[in-house]
């Protein structure tokens, strides 16, 4: 009878098939922690722990520091395929924590950062290829550019940025997409799948209380060829800042070779930690929220009270008490529209300071426009009304070369006069100011121009309006310019204020030294001449450059208008120009001109002074300067005119002005 051997019954198929065994055991790894009490061999970090009750803590409530768990032995062969399932909960006590993420690393020892980054990366690695760090994170803090809220799942690639992610969620049977709040304490369960046959990672997560949805909440093909070392760690990263919360792992557990990851024991698993005295914590919290409402409650009364008293105190500081006669007066302003306007007329508001009192920028609330309010300050109401009624009459002045004043309004002893916004400042600052203003000098065609149009102006004032109205204090800090840099005469009118608030026993004498002319001293009697005096100083300030009065300079050059006849005597009167001009010979005569014009306006003898209109017709060139015999009252003058010019007729003689500028007569 013959006998056949089976492959059974061949020793050297036991053989190789225990072999084949033997090396598919040795490439597969599996392993399932329902709870870790006794798991001892896990790597532990930072601040992680287990608990008596057997959960995987990776953070607590210390703030700003990692917890890291990770198997103890690298695990092959990722890159063919992996299979885990977990359950966690994130206890949180109300400031909310960062997340942790399920890790797969070179290395079971990690040096990342706290905070958004789980202690997984640094800033300086973040990003880097080199890494080799695959994670998919539980997000609860939106702190990282590029997320999209504070309740995602992600899958994240050598760096802390997800490649990929989504809401917290999941499926149900009938396709309805179902939240979940990662920070709810409750337990949910995570499936992460991985085949590398195919390249597609599933990551679902559900409550425990639900069955693995079909569909997975993030699905997708990735490349994991150059992330996935032959041989890797697998394990939990977390991390605190300043907001901390315990981060668990109530149970765990891992298959690789294509083997999908045992599923849990649920019933088995620990519960999460309680916060430190949770019960008595309640307790706290009521107490403490029934604090906050009263003392919430007894806040908002104080802060009506404060408010109401701020109210009615605004109401106080801005309400106006009028007198009959003031409702008679046109152009007058509410005192809360310009208080507004100035801001509460802080100092910061302030653009310019005069004898009559500060001048401060505003916008009006309504119509957004900006204009400058001059607030003096009168220490007696006399004269107050005469006052106002003529400033009320000048509001009806209008011309291109004057600083329109749009109105007024009275506040006890202070006036408030508003007028036009010049931005381009004064005349004065642009010629003297030692600031970056003084790097741009007006060239000799705009300082011209600037003296045409305050002559223009003048003559408006002394014989085109329908009453003569004398200035009274013509100088370059009442030159205003717009933003066209033309020429606006401002505070016409004003040194009226003095007169009818003066005592009617004194004499007082308005002006600013170097602009007075010396019949002012003896008469006290401002006149249209007064103010052609005063321009005639402000022609040699422009042209020269030089204030009319320096206090500092040498008893030579003290007086401006002195050392221009000097030079004027000499013969070389255009010495006396502004060395900062840059004159051709084609201006030489202009500023001859309007050298000697200053001269022919600071006479001493009223009648000698051409009128404002005559003066215009010189700065234009209608009308030729004649010249002018020089009669002196000093030995030298004499001296000198009899040598070089024979008497003539002329139109003006001109008078010396040393001893009357100097002494005041």
């Not at 492959?7 to 225990?18: C, G, I, M, T, V």
């Not at 990692?66 to 990722?78: C, E, I, K, N, Q």
Request: net charge neutral; hydrophobic share 40%; charged share 20%.
């Amino acid at each position: 009878m013959a006998t056949s051997t089976t492959p059974s019954s061949s020793p050297l198929f036991f053989f190789l098939l225990l072999l084949i065994s033997t090396t598919t055991q040795s490439n597969s790894t599996q392993f399932t922690f329902n709870g870790f009490r006794g798991a001892a061999n896990l790597t532990l970090d930072g601040i992680s722990s287990v608990t008596p009750d057997g959960a995987l803590v990776l953070t607590n409530f210390t703030p700003h520091a990692t917890g890291h768990a990770f198997y103890p032995s690298p695990v092959p062969a990722l890159s063919a395929s992996f299979s885990t399932a977990f359950v966690f909960a994130i206890v949180d006590n109300g400031t909310g924590g960062h997340g942790f993420a399920f890790t797969i690393s070179p290395t079971n020892r990690l040096i990342g950062q706290t905070g958004p980054n789980l202690g997984l990366f640094t800033k300086a690695n973040d990003g880097n290829a080199s890494n080799h760090i695959l994670a998919v994170e539980f997000n609860t803090n939106k702190m990282v550019m590029g997320d999209f809220n504070n309740n995602y799942v992600g899958v994240d690639i050598n760096s802390i940025r997800s490649n990929k992610s989504r809401t917290a969620s999941y499926f149900t049977r009938a396709g309805k997409t179902e939240p979940v709040s990662l920070e709810s304490g409750s337990p949910i369960q995570v499936w992460i799948d991985y085949d590398g046959a195919t390249g597609v990672l599933n990551v679902t997560i559900s409550p425990t209380s639900v069955p693995k949805p079909s569909l997975p909440l993030i699905s997708g093909k990735f490349n994991f060829s150059e992330v996935l070392l032959e041989s890797m760690y697998v394990g939990f990263s977390s991390a605190t800042g300043k907001s901390m919360s315990y981060h668990c792992i109530l149970g765990w557990s891992f298959s690789t070779d294509g083997v999908p990851a045992s599923p849990l024991d649920l019933s088995s698993l620990p519960s999460p930690p309680e916060l430190p005295n949770q019960s008595s914590n309640l307790k706290s919290k009521a107490t403490l929220k029934t604090g906050v409402i009263s003392a919430i409650a007894t806040l908002l009364s104080v802060m009506l009270i404060v408010a109401v008293a701020l109210y009615i105190r605004r109401k106080l500081k801005l309400a106006e008490t009028l007198e009959a006669w003031e409702l008679e007066c046109p152009h007058r302003f509410h005192y809360k529209d310009l208080y507004k306007a100035t801001n509460g007329f802080k100092d910061k508001g302030i653009i310019g300071h005069g004898g009559f009192g500060c001048v401060y920028k505003g916008v009006m609330p309504r119509s957004r426009e900006s204009v400058a309010i001059k607030k003096i300050s009168n220490s007696s109401n006399q004269g107050t009304k005469e006052f106002v009624a003529e400033i009320s009459s000048l509001g009806r002045l209008r011309h291109r070369n004057l600083v329109n004043l749009l109105g007024w309004c009275k506040r006890g002893r202070d006036l408030l006069l508003v007028y036009e916004y010049m931005p381009n400042g004064s005349l004065d600052s642009w010629l003297f100011d030692t600031g970056q203003m003084r790097l741009r000098v007006l060239d000799w065609d705009r300082r011209l121009r600037v003296l045409r149009g305050i002559a223009v102006g003048l003559v408006y004032l002394h014989e085109e309006w329908e009453q003569v109205v004398v200035h009274r204090d013509v100088k370059a800090s009442n030159v205003l310019l717009d933003g066209e840099m033309n020429a606006r005469l401002g505070d016409f009118g004003l040194a009226r204020l003095y007169e009818h608030g003066k005592d009617m026993c004194t004499t007082r004498v308005v002006g600013t030294l170097g602009y007075i002319a010396p019949e002012l001293s003896r008469t006290g009697k401002a006149t249209t001449s007064t103010d052609v005096y005063a321009f005639g100083g402000m022609l040699l300030e422009v042209a020269c450059g030089r204030r009319p009065i320096e206090p500092s300079a040498a008893a030579e050059n003290l007086v401006l208008l002195d050392w221009v006849r000097e030079c004027w005597m000499r013969g070389r009167i255009v010495e006396a120009a502004d060395p900062a001009l840059r004159v051709g010979d084609s201006e030489k005569w202009e500023v001859e001109m309007v050298l000697r014009l200053g001269l022919v306006c600071s006479q001493s003898a009223p009648e000698a002074r051409p009128t404002m209109r005559q003066v215009v017709h010189y700065l234009n060139g209608d009308e030729v300067l004649p010249d002018v015999v020089p009669v002196f009252d000093d030995k030298d003058s004499v001296e000198f005119a009899s040598s070089q010019l024979n008497a003539s007729s002329s139109s003006f003689g001109l008078m010396s002005t040393t001893g009357s500028l100097r002494s005041g007569r």
